[in-house]
């Protein structure tokens, strides 16, 4: 059963820093993976979906990387604002028969004015 | 575009009454899901639809029903609610496997 895990849980920096948020899991095959930003009490927002044949994906300030056969990915956000402060939540699809994404718990990332 | 639209967006129950999450999308998507999203727990899949008449259960599917008689809606029905179906719960659509995924604002239930 695929699980991911995200490290830092929660993260709290000032304003203008770069930061890296991590998403490991345990079965690298898979089709896909997305980033997600989910404010408090809002639904998702897709960020950046990385399919398994790409190395990376970039927009804006924003670049996630992919590498399956470690099942690790990174997001990276530079010049960090206080705007960017929410939850950031990492999902794959593992394929297979059933059509569904396996979310990480997420990671709490507060910018400081 | 209105995208995934969820209603109602809040709701409080009485453990044993039941009721239908709507969920609707724009997009002409393929697929749609339902997760529920728990403290501590994440999101987890409930059910998911790879097109209209075809449904399958997902990591947590009991209590729960659901069908899918257009490419647009995607009902989840609450059979007999339970207070451990006090969550969040969210649908989602995509237009392919490997195309990204829309979500809903969320249903907040409350199961008393």
């Known amino acids: 059963k695929q699980e991911v895990t995200q490290i830092p849980a929660a993260l709290s920096v000032p304003e203008g820093e770069n930061l890296v948020l991590n998403c490991s899991f345990t079965?690298?095959?898979?089709?896909?993976l997305q980033w997600f930003r989910q404010d408090p009490g809002k639904g998702l927002t897709s960020l950046l979906l990385?399919?398994?044949?790409?190395r990376e994906q970039t927009s804006g300030r924003l670049n996630a990387s992919l590498d399956k056969s470690s099942g690790r990915s990174t997001l990276y956000i530079a010049a960090s604002q206080p705007g960017d402060s929410a939850t950031y939540l990492c999902?794959?699809?593992?394929?297979?028969?059933?059509?569904?994404?396996?979310f990480g718990k997420g990671t709490h990332l507060i910018i400081q004015p | 575009n209105a995208g995934v639209t969820q209603t109602p967006k809040f709701q409080v129950l009485k453990t044993g009454q039941s009721m239908t999450l709507q969920c609707a999308q724009d997009m002409n998507h393929e697929y749609m899901s339902w997760y529920r999203q728990d403290p501590g727990m994440g999101l987890r899949l409930i059910h998911y639809s790879v097109g209209a008449g075809i449904t399958d259960q997902g990591e947590v599917p009991n209590g729960y029903n659901v069908s899918r008689s257009t490419t647009e809606d995607f009902p989840l029905r609450l059979l007999s609610a339970a207070p451990s179906q006090t969550s969040v719960y969210f649908c989602?659509?995509?237009?392919?496997?490997?195309?990204?995924?829309?979500f809903g604002q969320g249903t907040r239930l409350t199961v008393v």
């Open positions: 990385i399919q398994s044949s790409q």
């Open positions: 999902a794959v699809d593992s394929g297979g028969g059933a059509d569904g994404l396996t």
């Open positions: 989602a659509s995509r237009n392919t496997r490997n195309t990204e995924a829309f």
């Open positions: 079965d690298s095959a898979i089709y896909n």
